[in-house]
């Protein structure tokens, strides 16, 4: 039977199209949940389980319930870890953000050389971290850094100062090191979020006469949300678990001022070789992670 | 003012923002190739020179013949790449799907995609290992490939899940009212509109897995198999840091990574062309 | 042609016979070594296993390069993947780990006795856990402390013998020499970090003031001196050099590299460190070749050294024990460890290439003296946790404004809280 197209149109309407076929969805999704059902699930898995054990994971397995939690949760140090942890996280998305979200804005005009700039713009991102930590860390050097030799010509500071090597100024030199490393990302993602921007949104913006900000505020930003809310959770959940810059730039020192949670985790499995208390702050910073992530949902309404 | 004008004002200060904000990459990278050319003996000298008395080259050379990074070039580009298509053509499936149907277990399923990324990776060295000893995968290409296509598949499924929310579902009914299967309203239809989304994913998936250290070195640890990462990793002994050699490194290898991005860039910027709707 | 048939058939199973005798007297040895990827040491190993395959040409050594800073990671992951090597390096720190996941073959019972006493008897101590040997001693890095010998000349010192003298030095030594109103030459260059590198260098000046951080008291427990009145004095020792201006600004960021660059730049006059440092320092600043002299670490109380020995353990499950033991005799034979101490300035374990001139000369003089003064590291799976401990409370004398008393006191309660935590 032979329809006319607008007979047809009233009929498949988007609506139907897209709920009536489940079967095609889930083959769609099919590759990627395989794919991870295969190498993520064990792995996440072996982990829940060898925190309840006290193990060396090859000829000592001591069952010990939630022994391992009840010691995390008992322990002084946890609540500061998880404080200096959460202060690193703040402090590094929100940076990387503001500056990275700025940054797609800026090139995302018709400034002459952009193609330069966001070449130039993502370089960070493209160096292993061992090697942009060492780099700053050797730039942040008392007698030998870059950054005390520029300082004290410009009269900032008046004697060399030791970045990383004081309580105050570890914390925030760490982060400034993370985000220079990790802007490009943000920036990169916001950049092609904005391409996906109409036009027209802008132009009736204009013509109603609104200014650069609240064209910012209104069109720009809300359909900017899913890409910054993905982004937002996915950069708090890596750099809460962040680990590689921070050890090489100073191990979680000097005393404790730098200590995240990762660090901890490392030591205890790899230095002091427990396992099992190793795995279970990894399921507890897997939990807190958790959370943090459902808040943001909330916080950002999650439009599905 | 004319609207003229202040278009010029405002795209000036743009690129006096950019400008500094570049400077801000740049004066670090041009120390690390200021280190690049010392020697060991000037490296460490006062005052600061960013021009050695002795300008050295030898570093580019030792790369070369001091250590295999042609070999490791060669693995970290095979491996990368082939987890960067790999990851990129799973995800645009994963996120198309979760864009455009509400199937069972869509929510658990984009849930479970986060979930993978919540859990701290010093934790998965072992079982990891154990996996891929199981099948077979130590000191394989494969074996890395797959690691890495399971640490991108989330936020690029999750990132192509967004780009594809934003083109309009219309397109699809529409496209289906004239007789294209799903599959190819996804592949042709669909797709070229999520280019900029899938020219970042990519760009994204690549750099992860280049940069990826501690899984490659467990899982690649034979010399005919080792990445990029690992050849630097190296470079840091017990005793010395052979600081030239592995400045000199960073910059050479960054210059392939920085031609990907300039091939993909033109994705990046192409903008949704309007009218595309039809009815 | 009855004949001619046998006699092919007869080549044939020959032949056969032959290639697969000659596949199964083809060994390879796998070996995974920190050092082969270091330079210059990588060189002189891969020289040493040439030689050996030269000798032996059915036994191949192949090389399995790992950093030594992930070294122990990437062992621990791979025995419990079950894919471990031959031969892997092993260190005093890692031998408990070893022993606990039964990885390490008991080499008392692969080498024989004769064999075995032309080491150190203190090395083998190091190497032994519950009377069995688990890795063999190559080379020995000891410690005390180097010093630029050309300015304690011009200022009339001498090379220190008790801490008192140390700080006496490095005051006299500590100036402005170009009188710019900034001091630019002080007297040690102190590894304040909270690594290996920082811990170890420490826990020297804590055991010349007669304190242990671990040991087993008569009764066999473990104790710890971290809240005795001895770390009390190692911590003010510190701190009077720290805040007597007396070593560079940035001591807790100054790490291993950051201080071999400051004895090479002319900014420091002393530092706590091994034999291998001055090759290190040379490379630097070649200049600097006979104006680094050394002694033993300063005594105060007591006397201290330690071996830091690097060293090969055989794995309990290979399968080529008898190669592997081979490769071993090869590597430490006096000549090959004369070569490698040449190239490296790591110090022999093997008695008599330790009585050769070449070691027992001057510049290693002190650190001779260390080898046969030294004691074991305690062997705790627990001993980095007491080193984190103690390394927090030098940390916070020296930047977290705590008296050393404060700071000793908490170290010892914790240190009592993980010695009570362990058993």
Request: some cysteine; hydrophobic content about 50%.
């Given at each position: 039977?032979?329809?006319?197209?607008?007979?047809?149109?009233?009929?498949?309407?988007?609506?139907?199209?897209i709920?009536?076929?489940?079967?095609?969805?889930?083959w769609f999704a099919?590759?990627a949940a395989?794919a991870l059902?295969?190498?993520?699930?064990y792995p996440?898995l072996?982990?829940?389980?060898?925190s309840l054990?006290e193990?060396n994971?090859?000829n000592?397995?001591?069952f010990v319930?939630?022994?391992?939690?009840?010691r995390i949760f008992?322990?002084?140090?946890?609540l500061g870890?998880?404080?200096?942890?959460?202060?690193?996280?703040t402090g590094?998305?929100?940076g990387?953000?503001?500056i990275?979200l700025t940054?797609?804005?800026l090139?995302n005009?018709k400034?002459?050389?952009?193609a330069?700039?966001?070449?130039i713009?993502i370089v960070?991102?493209l160096f292993?971290?061992?090697?942009v930590?060492l780099?700053?860390?050797w730039?942040?050097n008392?007698l030998?850094?870059?950054?005390n030799d520029?300082l004290?010509?410009?009269?900032v500071?008046a004697?060399?100062?030791s970045?990383l090597?004081?309580?105050?100024?570890?914390l925030?030199s760490?982060?400034?090191?993370a985000?220079w490393?990790?802007?490009?990302?943000?920036?990169?993602?916001m950049l092609?979020g904005?391409q996906?921007?109409?036009q027209?949104?802008y132009?009736?913006a204009?013509?109603?006469?609104?200014?650069?900000?609240?064209s910012l505020?209104f069109?720009?930003?809300?359909?900017?949300?899913?890409v910054i809310m993905?982004?937002?959770?996915?950069?708090?959940?890596?750099?809460?678990?962040?680990f590689?810059?921070?050890w090489?730039l100073?191990?979680?020192?000097?005393?404790t001022a730098?200590s995240?949670?990762?660090?901890?985790?490392?030591k205890?499995?790899?230095?002091s070789f427990r396992?099992?208390?190793?795995?279970?702050?990894a399921?507890?910073?897997?939990?807190?992670?958790?959370?943090?992530?459902?808040?943001?949902?909330?916080?950002l309404?999650?439009?599905? | 003012?004319?609207?003229?004008?202040?278009?010029?004002?405002q795209l000036?200060?743009v690129f006096i923002?950019?400008?500094?904000?570049?400077?801000?990459?740049i004066v670090?990278v041009?120390?690390m190739?200021s280190?690049s050319?010392?020697t060991i003996?000037e490296m460490?000298?006062l005052?600061?020179k960013?021009i050695?008395?002795?300008?050295?080259w030898?570093?580019?050379k030792?790369?070369?013949?001091?250590y295999?990074?042609?070999?490791?070039i060669?693995?970290?580009l095979?491996v990368v790449s082939?987890?960067t298509?790999?990851?990129?053509?799973?995800?645009?499936l994963?996120?198309?799907?979760?864009?455009?149907f509400r199937?069972?277990?869509?929510?658990?399923?984009?849930?479970?995609?986060?979930?993978t990324q919540m859990f701290p990776?010093?934790?998965l060295?072992i079982p990891?290992?154990?996996?891929?000893?199981t099948?077979?995968?130590?000191?394989?290409?494969g074996?890395?490939?797959?690691?890495?296509?399971?640490?991108t598949?989330p936020?690029a499924?999750?990132?192509?899940?967004?780009y594809?929310?934003s083109?309009?579902k219309?397109?699809?009914?529409?496209?289906s009212i004239?007789?294209?299967s799903?599959?190819?309203?996804?592949w042709?239809?669909?797709?070229?509109?999520a280019?900029p989304?899938?020219?970042?994913?990519a760009i994204y998936a690549?750099i992860?897995?280049w940069?990826?250290?501690?899984?490659?070195l467990v899982?690649?640890s034979?010399v005919?198999?080792?990445t990029?990462?690992?050849?630097?990793g190296?470079l840091?002994?017990?005793?010395?840091?052979a600081?030239?050699?592995m400045?000199?490194?960073a910059?050479?290898v960054?210059i392939?990574?920085?031609?990907i991005f300039?091939?993909?860039?033109?994705?990046?910027?192409?903008s949704?062309?309007?009218?595309a709707v039809?009815? | 042609?009855k004949q001619?048939?046998?006699?092919?058939r007869?080549?044939?199973?020959?032949?056969?016979?032959l290639?697969?005798?000659?596949?199964l007297a083809?060994?390879t040895l796998r070996?995974?070594?920190s050092?082969?990827?270091?330079?210059p040491?990588?060189e002189?190993?891969q020289?040493?296993a040439?030689?050996?395959?030269?000798?032996?040409p059915d036994?191949?050594i192949?090389?399995?390069?790992?950093?030594?800073?992930?070294?122990?990671?990437?062992?621990?992951?791979?025995?419990?993947?079950g894919?471990?090597?031959?031969?892997?390096?092993?260190t005093p720190?890692?031998?408990a780990q070893?022993?606990?996941?039964?990885i390490a073959?008991?080499?008392n019972?692969i080498?024989d006795e004769?064999?075995?006493?032309g080491f150190?008897p203190t090395t083998?101590?190091?190497a032994t856990?519950?009377?069995q040997?688990l890795l063999?001693?190559w080379?020995?890095?000891p410690?005390?402390?180097?010093?630029?010998?050309d300015?304690?000349e011009?200022?009339g010192?001498?090379?220190?013998?008790?801490?008192d003298?140390?700080?006496n030095?490095?005051?006299?030594i500590?100036?402005?020499?170009?009188?710019?109103g900034?001091?630019d030459?002080?007297?040690?260059?102190?590894?304040?970090?909270?690594n290996?590198?920082?811990?170890?260098?420490?826990?020297?000046?804590?055991r010349?003031q007669g304190a242990?951080?671990l040991y087993?008291?008569?009764?066999?427990n473990?104790?710890?001196?971290l809240?005795?009145?001895g770390?009390?004095?190692?911590?003010?020792?510190?701190?009077?050099?720290?805040d007597?201006?007396l070593?560079?600004?940035?001591?807790?960021?100054?790490?291993?590299g950051e201080a071999?660059s400051?004895?090479a730049?002319?900014?420091?006059?002393m530092?706590v460190?091994?034999?291998?440092?001055?090759?290190?320092?040379l490379?630097?600043?070649p200049?600097?070749?006979?104006?680094?002299?050394?002694?033993?670490?300063?005594?105060?109380?007591?006397?201290?050294?330690?071996?830091g020995i690097?060293?090969f353990?055989?794995?309990e499950?290979?399968?080529?024990?008898?190669?592997?033991a081979?490769y071993?005799k090869?590597?430490?034979s006096t000549?090959?460890?004369?070569?490698?101490?040449?190239v490296?300035?790591?110090m022999p374990?093997?008695?008599?290439?330790?009585?050769q001139?070449?070691?027992s000369g001057p510049?290693?003089?002190?650190f001779?003296e260390?080898?046969?003064?030294a004691?074991?590291m305690?062997?705790?799976a627990?001993?980095?946790?007491?080193q984190e401990v103690?390394g927090?409370?030098y940390?916070?004398v020296?930047v977290g404004g705590?008296?050393?008393?404060d700071?000793?006191?908490?170290a010892?309660e914790?240190a009592?809280?993980?010695i009570?935590?362990?058993q």
């Amino acid at each position: 039977m032979v329809s006319q197209p607008e007979e047809l149109k009233s009929k498949v309407s988007s609506r139907t199209y897209i709920d009536k076929t489940q079967m095609a969805g889930l083959w769609f999704a099919l590759p990627a949940a395989l794919a991870l059902l295969v190498v993520v699930a064990y792995p996440l898995l072996y982990g829940f389980y060898i925190s309840l054990f006290e193990t060396n994971l090859l000829n000592r397995w001591d069952f010990v319930w939630f022994k391992n939690y009840a010691r995390i949760f008992t322990s002084a140090d946890f609540l500061g870890t998880i404080f200096t942890t959460l202060k690193f996280t703040t402090g590094t998305v929100a940076g990387q953000f503001f500056i990275g979200l700025t940054l797609a804005l800026l090139l995302n005009t018709k400034v002459p050389g952009r193609a330069f700039f966001r070449t130039i713009l993502i370089v960070p991102w493209l160096f292993p971290e061992v090697v942009v930590a060492l780099l700053w860390k050797w730039m942040f050097n008392p007698l030998y850094g870059l950054f005390n030799d520029v300082l004290l010509k410009l009269g900032v500071i008046a004697e060399p100062t030791s970045w990383l090597g004081s309580t105050e100024t570890a914390l925030p030199s760490v982060i400034l090191v993370a985000i220079w490393k990790g802007y490009p990302l943000v920036m990169l993602l916001m950049l092609a979020g904005l391409q996906a921007i109409p036009q027209e949104q802008y132009e009736s913006a204009e013509i109603d006469g609104a200014s650069w900000w609240q064209s910012l505020w209104f069109v720009t930003l809300p359909n900017l949300r899913n890409v910054i809310m993905i982004s937002l959770i996915l950069n708090t959940v890596w750099w809460f678990k962040h680990f590689a810059i921070i050890w090489v730039l100073t191990q979680g020192g000097p005393i404790t001022a730098t200590s995240v949670i990762s660090i901890d985790i490392y030591k205890t499995a790899f230095e002091s070789f427990r396992f099992g208390p190793a795995a279970a702050l990894a399921v507890v910073v897997f939990f807190i992670v958790f959370l943090i992530s459902i808040g943001y949902q909330k916080l950002l309404g999650e439009r599905q | 003012m004319t609207l003229k004008q202040r278009r010029r004002w405002q795209l000036t200060a743009v690129f006096i923002a950019l400008a500094i904000a570049s400077a801000f990459v740049i004066v670090p990278v041009l120390w690390m190739f200021s280190t690049s050319i010392k020697t060991i003996e000037e490296m460490f000298s006062l005052p600061l020179k960013w021009i050695p008395d002795t300008v050295s080259w030898d570093a580019y050379k030792r790369i070369w013949t001091d250590y295999p990074f042609g070999q490791y070039i060669f693995n970290s580009l095979f491996v990368v790449s082939g987890a960067t298509i790999i990851s990129l053509l799973v995800s645009c499936l994963a996120g198309y799907g979760a864009s455009r149907f509400r199937f069972l277990g869509r929510t658990a399923f984009l849930t479970f995609l986060l979930i993978t990324q919540m859990f701290p990776s010093i934790m998965l060295l072992i079982p990891y290992f154990k996996l891929m000893k199981t099948l077979g995968l130590i000191n394989t290409y494969g074996g890395l490939i797959l690691a890495y296509v399971s640490f991108t598949i989330p936020l690029a499924s999750w990132l192509m899940l967004g780009y594809f929310e934003s083109i309009p579902k219309e397109l699809d009914a529409a496209a289906s009212i004239d007789g294209a299967s799903r599959f190819r309203i996804f592949w042709q239809i669909i797709m070229p509109l999520a280019l900029p989304g899938a020219a970042a994913t990519a760009i994204y998936a690549f750099i992860v897995g280049w940069n990826e250290y501690i899984f490659a070195l467990v899982l690649a640890s034979d010399v005919k198999m080792k990445t990029v990462p690992v050849g630097i990793g190296e470079l840091i002994g017990q005793y010395r840091i052979a600081w030239n050699d592995m400045m000199a490194v960073a910059l050479v290898v960054s210059i392939p990574l920085i031609a990907i991005f300039l091939y993909l860039q033109k994705y990046l910027v192409s903008s949704l062309t309007a009218g595309a709707v039809k009815g | 042609m009855k004949q001619c048939k046998v006699l092919a058939r007869a080549i044939l199973i020959l032949a056969f016979s032959l290639s697969f005798g000659l596949s199964l007297a083809q060994t390879t040895l796998r070996v995974m070594s920190s050092t082969i990827v270091e330079s210059p040491e990588g060189e002189v190993e891969q020289a040493i296993a040439d030689a050996f395959m030269a000798a032996n040409p059915d036994i191949t050594i192949e090389f399995i390069g790992t950093p030594m800073n992930d070294m122990f990671k990437v062992l621990t992951t791979n025995a419990i993947g079950g894919e471990l090597p031959d031969i892997f390096t092993n260190t005093p720190e890692f031998v408990a780990q070893a022993a606990d996941l039964g990885i390490a073959a008991d080499l008392n019972e692969i080498f024989d006795e004769e064999f075995l006493s032309g080491f150190y008897p203190t090395t083998l101590e190091e190497a032994t856990v519950d009377g069995q040997l688990l890795l063999l001693p190559w080379f020995t890095v000891p410690v005390g402390v180097l010093y630029r010998a050309d300015w304690f000349e011009e200022a009339g010192l001498e090379g220190p013998q008790t801490w008192d003298d140390f700080v006496n030095a490095a005051q006299t030594i500590t100036q402005d020499t170009d009188g710019d109103g900034q001091m630019d030459r002080w007297g040690f260059a102190m590894v304040g970090t909270k690594n290996g590198s920082g811990f170890f260098r420490f826990t020297h000046l804590l055991r010349s003031q007669g304190a242990w951080e671990l040991y087993k008291d008569d009764e066999g427990n473990w104790q710890s001196d971290l809240g005795s009145e001895g770390m009390v004095n190692a911590l003010r020792i510190y701190k009077e050099l720290h805040d007597g201006g007396l070593v560079p600004p940035g001591v807790t960021e100054t790490g291993y590299g950051e201080a071999v660059s400051l004895m090479a730049s002319d900014k420091t006059a002393m530092m706590v460190t091994g034999p291998h440092t001055i090759g290190a320092i040379l490379e630097q600043n070649p200049e600097l070749e006979g104006n680094i002299h050394s002694v033993p670490v300063p005594m105060g109380t007591d006397r201290s050294a330690s071996l830091g020995i690097g060293g090969f353990s055989i794995a309990e499950t290979s399968e080529n024990k008898e190669a592997a033991a081979e490769y071993l005799k090869f590597l430490v034979s006096t000549e090959n460890m004369l070569e490698w101490n040449a190239v490296t300035g790591r110090m022999p374990a093997q008695i008599e290439a330790g009585d050769q001139p070449q070691i027992s000369g001057p510049i290693y003089a002190g650190f001779v003296e260390a080898i046969t003064i030294a004691k074991p590291m305690p062997q705790a799976a627990f001993y980095s946790q007491i080193q984190e401990v103690m390394g927090e409370a030098y940390q916070a004398v020296l930047v977290g404004g705590v008296s050393p008393e404060d700071a000793a006191a908490q170290a010892g309660e914790q240190a009592a809280a993980i010695i009570q935590d362990a058993q």
